[in-house]
C-alpha cells in the first residue's frame, strides 16, 4: 500500500485530532503517502499544523473522488459518517474510529447499511462496550485493534519543579460531564507539607455551577486559555477526577511525557496507562484520591521515581517503533479485504 486517505485533519485541540497528527508521522515512517480531505473550511488552526510542508497532500474540503482506490480512514469525525455514502463510492476500503466509549446514531446507521469496512479501537475496554450492540445491527462486523502512537518530543520531561509549593494541575475539555462533583473536595481535603498551588485548565461557568467555585490558591483558565504544555511545567502532580468513562486520554500519555505524576480514576482507558505504585496512582474513590494525593505531596522522592518510571515505560511501550509494527499490521489486513 502507498497511499492513505483521512477524511477530517489534524489539530493541536481536541483528543482525535490531536491523535491523527500523532498517527500520520508513523504513516509517513512507514513510507506511505497522507492525502487529507478536510470535511469543512481550512481555517488558520488547521493551517498552523503546516501539514502540506510535512508531506501530506492537501485536497479541496469534501472533494471525495480525490480518495479514488484508496483506503480511507477518519477518526470520530460526525461529517465523515454523513457522507460515507458518498466517499464509498470512491474508496478503496472505509475504516472509522470511533474515540469515545459509545456509539453514535450515524455510525450505527452506516453499519447497518454496510458502508464500514473495517471499526478501529485503541483499546480492548472500548470496542467491548459497542461490540455486542454492532454485532446485532450487522453481523459483518470487522475490527481491528492499534496501540496508538504518542509523539513524546512535544513534551520535554521537566524534573526540577520548584517544591516550595505543591502544585498540582487538571486538563480537559470544558464539559462538566468531565468533572466529578467532588473534584474541589480532593484539592481543598488532601494535605501537603507546603502550600498548595493548582491550576485547571478547561474551567466554566457551568463547570463551576456543578462543582463550586475555586478558592483563591488554585488558578482556573478556560479551554485554550494556555497551551496544555503550561500546566505540566506547572504541576508536580495531575489530580484528575472524572464522570466520564474515558477511552484513552491523551492528556494521560501528555502528562507522564512531561514528569507530572498521574494520580487518577480506576477505571476505563487510565488503567491502560497506569500501573498503580509504579507509574502513578489509581483511585477508586473521593478518598483514595486524598489519601494518594497528600502522599505524592509528602513522598517527594518517590513521586520523582514514579514519574521517571512513566516516562520510560511510556517511550517502551507507546513509542515509534512499537507504533509501526501495530500498523503495519493494520494495513497488511486492509490489503486483505
Not at 93 to 105: A, E, G, Q, R, Y
Not at 111 to 134: C, M, N, P, S, W
Not at 211 to 216: A, L, S, T, Y
Request: with cysteine; hydrophobic share 35%.
Amino acid at each position: 500500500m502507498q497511499d492513505i486517505c483521512v477524511i477530517g485533519y489534524p489539530s493541536r485541540v481536541g483528543g482525535a485530532d490531536t491523535e491523527l497528527d500523532h498517527q500520520i508521522r508513523v504513516w509517513q515512517a512507514l513510507g506511505l503517502k497522507v492525502h487529507l480531505i478536510h470535511t469543512g473550511s481550512i481555517d488558520d488552526n488547521l493551517r498552523a499544523m503546516k501539514m502540506e510542508e510535512r508531506g501530506c497532500v492537501i485536497h479541496t474540503p469534501c472533494d471525495w473522488g480525490a480518495c479514488k482506490g484508496m483506503h480511507v480512514i477518519s477518526y470520530c469525525n460526525g461529517e465523515f459518517l454523513k457522507s460515507l455514502e458518498a466517499i464509498k463510492l470512491y474508496a478503496k476500503s472505509t475504516t472509522f474510529v470511533n474515540c469515545m466509549t459509545w456509539l453514535f446514531d450515524q455510525e450505527r446507521e452506516m453499519h447497518r447499511r454496510g458502508l464500514i469496512d473495517v471499526f478501529l479501537y485503541q483499546t480492548d475496554h472500548a470496542r467491548e462496550k459497542v461490540q455486542d450492540e454492532l454485532k446485532s445491527i450487522n453481523s459483518n462486523f470487522r475490527w481491528f485493534k492499534v496501540k496508538p502512537y504518542f509523539h513524546i518530543d512535544e513534551f520535554p520531561y521537566i524534573n526540577d519543579r520548584p517544591e516550595d509549593q505543591f502544585r498540582f494541575g487538571r486538563v480537559s475539555r470544558d464539559d462538566p460531564g468531565k468533572f466529578h462533583p467532588a473534584q474541589l473536595w480532593v484539592y481543598e481535603t488532601m494535605v501537603a507539607p507546603v502550600l498548595k498551588e493548582g491550576l485547571i485548565l478547561g474551567l466554566n461557568d457551568n463547570i463551576r455551577n456543578k462543582i463550586g467555585r475555586e478558592p483563591n490558591w488554585i488558578r482556573g483558565v478556560p479551554a485554550g486559555g494556555m497551551p496544555a504544555q503550561e500546566v505540566y511545567r506547572h504541576a508536580h502532580c495531575i489530580i484528575q477526577m472524572t464522570e466520564t468513562y474515558e477511552n484513552l486520554p491523551r492528556i494521560g500519555f501528555e502528562a507522564m511525557a512531561s514528569g507530572s505524576l498521574l494520580i487518577v480514576d480506576d477505571r476505563g482507558g487510565w488503567k491502560e496507562l497506569v500501573k498503580h505504585g509504579q507509574t502513578g496512582f489509581l483511585c477508586r474513590d473521593q478518598r483514595e484520591f486524598v489519601y494518594y494525593s497528600s502522599r505524592a505531596a509528602f513522598e517527594r522522592e518517590e513521586r520523582k521515581l514514579m514519574a521517571s518510571n512513566a516516562r520510560q515505560w511510556l517511550e517502551a511501550n507507546w513509542g515509534m517503533e512499537q507504533a509501526k509494527k501495530e500498523w503495519s499490521a493494520f494495513f497488511d489486513y486492509l490489503d486483505s479485504l
